[in-house]
């Protein structure tokens, strides 16, 4: 019965999906993307697998796809003469990464209805599948089991409310049973898929740790951001939104120009940002009008409206404040830590994220609830450098010691491609 209801309210979905596109553009790019995919498939993916295996690796979203990165990469280094197909649902991962060269063929991956899970399934006939943290698709799962896929699902982590350790969770159950095997960061996740039966699971940890040690290893020189900061501290602030300004903004006023910041939204509008930047006392410009050629030195706040700069902005700073976690949950905090910067983010939605609580404990990393919490601890670490320092050394021991994930999934999948 809820297999019913559960293609039932696929279909419903996909639907209204692209009922609300016209009045959403997230929505619309997405059904956009994915209009006639199906049939381009048919007409030219086998030609350009040319009888390669295919590796099928499906992200999320942008997060995802860098958190599977590490793995894409050490596939294609182990397997370069097979054919790596990337998939997302978002558009805020499609549109971004559409033209990552280390897959073969990227699109949109069409709704979870049983006639297309059949045949895009048919089509790419894929020797091994990664589905990166969760995106347990039902229809997909089932039929890559038919097709006889090895499945692996890696950097996913379970808790105890989750609906398959439900009593009523027995079809999310059944969808976690197609997989060959699940790499999870830690032994609690282990022990939870464990008392559903679920024994083929083993503690890889989170292979962002290794994408995040990468980024800093090739970091990018931005000159104009070194003459933005000058001498002054810095503190960058990633992947912000509005809840999150509500509370940065009165902080940084207070501090009455005692450093600077680099903002970086996690979304861009234009409204919004012209909006913080009337309530910002000091000085503010637009990365793009650096980029056009005006001079930043002297300038108190650097917005920046563009998506991609943020991980190589994190090796000017000093103290990185996160965003999202006074809303939805908590962005990447690893980006920040690995270079060394003390972090902090709002106590609302970060529980979920395993670094954030293991950051908070080995005093790396703080929770605010408002304004004036925030602002002691910006005001600690401008005022005495070496406790930010003391914090961000922390910070990149964490990380320095959550690496190797990439390696431990690559053994299990040498061992399944024989």
């Known amino acids: 019965m809820v297999e019913i209801i559960y293609q039932v309210a696929i ?6 999906f692209r009922f609300v596109a016209p009045f959403n553009h997230k ?25 390669r295996p295919v590796a099928w690796f499906h992200a999320a979203s942008l997060g995802e796809f860098e958190q ?58 894929p020797r091994i599948a990664f589905f990166i943290k969760y995106e347990f698709w039902f229809n997909y799962l089932r039929e890559l089991r038919k097709n006889g896929s090895y499945i692996l699902s890696f950097s996913s982590i379970f808790r105890p409310g989750q609906i398959f350790f439900k009593f009523y969770g027995s079809f999310f159950r059944k969808k976690l049973g197609y997989f060959d095997h699940f790499f999870v960061q830690n032994q609690a996740s282990v022990s939870l898929l464990a008392s559903i039966g679920i024994t083929s699971a083993s503690v890889a940890g989170d292979t962002r740790f290794d994408r995040v040690r990468a980024i800093a290893s090739n970091a990018r020189e931005l000159p104009e951001i070194g ?6 501290q810095c503190l960058i602030a990633g992947s ?21 910041a680099i903002i970086a939204p996690h979304e861009i509008k234009a409204e919004e940002i012209a909006g913080w930047r009337s309530k910002l006392n000091g000085r503010s410009i637009l990365y793009s009008d650096v980029a056009a050629g005006q001079d930043p030195e002297g300038f108190d706040y650097l917005i920046i409206n563009n998506i991609g700069m943020l991980s190589s902005l994190y090796r000017y700073g000093d103290m990185a404040y996160i965003g999202g976690s006074f809303g939805a949950g908590l962005h990447n905090i690893l980006e920040a830590a690995t270079f060394g910067l003390p972090v902090v983010f709002g106590n609302k939605s970060y529980h979920r994220f395993q670094e954030a609580v293991d950051l908070i404990e080995k005093g790396g990393a703080f929770a605010v609830a408002d304004e004036s919490q925030l602002l002691e601890i910006i ?40």
């Open 68 to 125: 599977g990165r590490p793995v894409m990469e050490a596939y294609r280094n182990a397997y370069p003469g097979h054919f790596i197909l990337l998939t997302f649902f978002s558009p805020s991962g499609y549109e971004i990464r559409k033209d990552y060269a280390g897959a073969d063929f990227i699109c949109y991956l069409p709704i979870d209805t049983p006639g297309n899970a059949r045949e895009f399934v048919e089509v790419i006939n």
């Open 11 to 16: 279909q419903v979905f996909a639907f209204l």
């Open 240 to 260: 912000v939104w509005d809840a999150d300004m509500q509370v940065l903004i009165p902080s940084l006023n207070a501090l009455n120009g005692k450093l600077k």
């Open 227 to 232: 003459r933005f900061k000058g001498a002054k």
């Open 27 to 51: 929505l619309k790019l997405g059904v956009e993307g994915r209009k006639g995919l199906l049939d381009r498939l048919r007409a030219s993916f086998k030609a350009q697998a040319a009888g």
């Open 379 to 418: 005001t600690i670490w401008a005022s005495n450098p070496a406790e930010a320092r003391n914090a961000g050394n922390v910070s990149a021991e964490y990380v320095k010691s959550g690496t190797g994930a990439t390696d431990l999934i690559m053994l299990k999948v040498r061992e399944a491609m024989g």
